[in-house]
Structures are given as C-alpha cells and as structure tokens.
C-alpha cells in the first residue's frame, strides 16, 4: 500500500495539471491573445478540439501508468514538458502584449496566474516522478 501513494500523487498532480492546461487554453481564447491566430476564438470547434485533445492525451497517458506500466512515467514526462513549452510561450506572449504592447486587459492577467500555475504543478510533477527514482539510484551507489 505504500508504494501505492506516490501512484495516486502523480495521477492527482497529472489531473491537476491537465485542469491548469485546460483553463489556460479557454482563458487565452477569451483574451485579446485570441486575436493572434484565427482558430483561437472562444466557444469554437478548433477550441474544443484542442481541450479535447489535450484532455484525451492527459487521460490515456494516466489509465496507462495507473495500469502498472511504470514505464509511461516517461511519455508522461515528454507531454510534461510539452506543457511546459506550451506554458511559457503563453507566458511570454502575455508579458509581450502587456508590457510591449501596453494591452490591458483583465483576462490577460488571468493567463498570466495560470501559465505561472501550470508551469509550477509540471516542475512538481517531474520532480515526484523522478525524485525517488535519483534517490533509489543514489541509496545503492553508496551501499
């Protein structure tokens, strides 16, 4: 049961980053960001598609690891940090367009809060998946 915890950690985290990615997608289709490329517009199909998208990779990726194959912890690591790119390109864009631009703008600084959140929950979820891992790894170099 115990090596069971640090299982439903990382599923509870790869959720929760998958909410963060979501709400980030839908909030930067509400923002003036949503101008900057065409099929980004609120309540569209393409929009759907992509939460779609990212919710059905985040899913299969999950029922897979939470199967016994420990060994997705890497393709989970690869979509991670996926998200990550894909949050720090929002971030810049939405520092751009507030300080460059000088567009204010409230849902902007919502992308901002969220891209910060979901590029906080990925570092926290290479960190668990990998850390005992290292640990393991460093405990039988020093026996």
Same mark, same amino acid.
């Given at each position: ?12 985290? /790869? ?5 963060? &990615? %979501?709400?980030? =997608?839908?909030?930067?289709?509400? #923002?003036? *960001? ?15 598609i992509?939460?779609?998208?990212i ?20 393709v989970?690591?690869? /979509? ?5 790119? &894909? %949050?720090?390109? =929002?971030?810049l864009?939405?520092? #751009?367009? *507030? ?41 039988e170099?020093?026996?």
């Amino acid at each position: 049961m115990e090596s069971e915890k640090p299982k439903i950690s990382l599923i509870i985290v /790869s959720l929760l980053s998958a909410i963060f &990615l %979501s709400s980030t =997608l839908v909030v930067t289709s509400l #923002s003036p *960001l949503s101008h900057t490329w065409p099929h980004n517009q609120f309540g569209s199909f393409e929009m759907w598609i992509a939460i779609g998208m990212i919710i059905f990779f985040y899913f299969a990726q999950l029922i897979v690891y939470a199967m016994g194959i420990d060994a997705m912890r890497y393709v989970m690591a690869f /979509s991670c940090g996926v998200g990550l790119l &894909l %949050s720090g390109a =929002l971030l810049l864009g939405a520092f #751009s367009s *507030l300080f460059l631009i000088n567009v204010e703008h409230g849902f902007i600084y919502t992308v901002l809060v969220l891209c910060i959140a979901t590029i906080i929950t990925n570092s926290i979820w290479l960190k668990m998946a990998f850390h005992s891992q290292m640990k393991r790894r460093n405990n039988e170099y020093y026996m």
